[in-house]
T-cell receptor, first 120, second 111 residues
Framework: DGGITQSPKYLFRKEGQNVTLSCEQNLNHDAMYWYRQDPGQGLRLIYYSQIVNDFQKGDIAEGYSVSREKKESFPLTVTSAQKNPTAFYLC???????????????????FGSGTRLTVV | ELKVEQNPLFLSMQEGKNYTIYCNYSTTSDRLYWYRQDPGKSLESLFVLLSNGAVKQEGRLMASLDTKARLSTLHITAAVHDLSATYFCAVARWEGGKLIFGQGTELSVKP
């Protein structure tokens, strides 16, 4: 079955450490996204990518970095510059039906199961 | 800047009752999505509304879209405990296909 796989499910980060969250999809989707969710709040966009080797900052990109070397993969690195990284991180993907803009179509986004990151 | 606001943010209701969650957004968009999130879980797609006047129903949930008023509603009919979850609406921004999410409505259905 096609889907999005995020790993690990739980991640603990020490102060000053960089950690990388994995996101892999086998849906052949063009666009991929990273969102952050804090307790009791909505989702905020960190980074997104519409095509391989290209990505854009979202609303809260500071302290994060991404890469998109393969269509299937969009890893997120939480760097030591992110001072409050404890949150639930969700990866999503959507198909671009030739609009060239990565607009989510009739199907919206498909979400991964999430990674819960905690600073220890 | 596109903003999406839901109300109420918290909703406690009794089984068998009806209620409506509202989703207002600030700028023009032609796509609105509703998602459900169970505690500690990811988001599950419920409805996609693509045009003015669109109405979709699945079981006890019905979603509608009024693009002129920039308003979507999620109506719950005869609530049951299994509907307890957090419900998000999300609106597509023209550039980049980004979805902007509302704050979420935490629904608790009690016997």
């Amino acid at each position: 079955d096609g889907g999005i796989t995020q790993s690990p499910k739980y991640l603990f980060r020490k102060e000053g450490q960089n950690v990388t969250l994995s996101c892999e999809q086998n849906l052949n989707h063009d666009a991929m996204y990273w969102y952050r969710q804090d307790p009791g709040q909505g989702l905020r966009l960190i980074y997104y990518s519409q095509i391989v080797n290209d990505f854009q900052k979202g609303d809260i990109a500071e302290g994060y970095s991404v890469s998109r070397e393969k269509k299937e993969s969009f890893p997120l690195t939480v760097t030591s510059a992110q001072k409050n990284p404890t949150a639930f991180y969700l990866c999503a993907s959507s198909i671009d039906q030739g609009t060239g803009q990565g607009r989510p179509t009739n199907y919206g986004y498909t979400f991964g199961s999430g990674t819960r990151l905690t600073v220890v | 800047e596109l903003k999406v606001e839901q109300n109420p943010l918290f909703l406690s209701m009794q089984e068998g009752k009806n209620y409506t969650i509202y989703c207002n957004y600030s700028t023009t968009s032609d796509r609105l999505y509703w998602y459900r999130q169970d505690p500690g879980k990811s988001l599950e797609s419920l409805f996609v509304l693509l045009s003015n006047g669109a109405v979709k129903q699945e079981g006890r949930l019905m979603a509608s879209l009024d693009t002129k008023a920039r308003l979507s509603t999620l109506h719950i009919t005869a609530a049951v405990h299994d509907l307890s979850a957090t419900y998000f609406c999300a609106v597509a921004r023209w550039e980049g296909g980004k979805l902007i999410f509302g704050q979420g409505t935490e629904l608790s259905v009690k016997p």
